[in-house]
């Protein structure tokens, strides 16, 4: 399995721009969650999608965050307009719906908005 | 609102040495885990504690479940570069399926 793939893995915008990160699970993961990790806050969850549905997104900072999955295989966040203060590195992560499952992470998008 | 407090948040230590670190909370956990984090890469699990007062190991890494399921501990013997990295601990909140992480202890370990 080659594991939960992000892209892009840098993304360097300009205040206002648009950006949207992507993600594929792990194939037969049926959870999968959008973390945000800063030095200064640590990994944050943003929001976590069971069986395609959303169901928590109250880790969501503002309006400009939202999260899709149109499917089992791929999840989109986009924010829109982008801010310096949404500069961090986002990951994406899959598990199987079971409470002790452990979470399978990708290697990141590394956001800076200038 | 579960809580994960880490500590130390950083330690510096000389090869050979041995550490402890620490995940704490006021709350009770149906479990924890702990990931090792890597610069330029996502979390890595290296081990899932369920039973108060389990203790499992993984080679030079000995981790322990508290008999209150509150608290853990990563015990690492005779640490190596290869160890250095963010070790977090995280365990699923009560209501739900959500995964709480503590903050992280940064390791470093010098040659």
């Known amino acids: 399995d080659a594991g939960v793939i992000q892209s892009p893995r840098h993304e360097v915008t300009e205040m206002g721009q648009e950006v949207t990160l992507r993600c594929k699970p792990i194939?037969?993961?049926?959870?999968l969650f959008w973390y945000r990790q800063t030095m200064m806050r640590g990994l944050e969850l943003l929001i976590y999608?069971?069986?395609?549905?959303?169901?928590?997104d109250s880790g969501m900072p503002e309006d400009r965050f939202s999260a899709k999955m149109p499917n089992a295989s791929f999840s989109t966040l986009k924010i829109q307009p982008s801010e310096p203060r949404d500069s961090a590195v986002y990951f994406c992560a899959s598990s199987s719906r079971d409470r002790n499952s452990p979470l399978h992470f990708g290697n990141g998008t590394r956001l800076t908005v200038t | 609102t579960q809580l994960l407090e880490q500590s130390p948040q950083f330690l510096s230590i000389q090869e050979g040495e041995n550490l402890t670190v620490y995940c704490n909370s006021s709350?009770?956990?149906?479990?924890l885990q702990w990931y090792r984090q890597e610069p330029g890469e996502g979390p890595v699990l290296l081990v899932t504690v369920v039973t108060g007062g389990e203790v499992k190991k993984l080679k030079r890494l000995t981790f322990q479940f508290g008999d209150a399921r509150k608290d853990s501990s990563l015990h690492i013997t005779a640490a190596q570069p290869g160890d250095t990295g963010l070790y977090l601990c995280?365990?699923?909140?009560?209501?739900?399926?959500?995964?709480?992480f503590g903050a992280g202890t940064r390791l470093f370990v010098k040659a």
């Open positions: 709350s009770v956990f149906s479990s």
């Open positions: 999608f069971n069986n395609n549905v959303p169901i928590d």
């Open positions: 194939s037969g993961h049926n959870s």
């Open positions: 995280a365990g699923p909140n009560t209501g739900g399926f959500k995964t709480i």
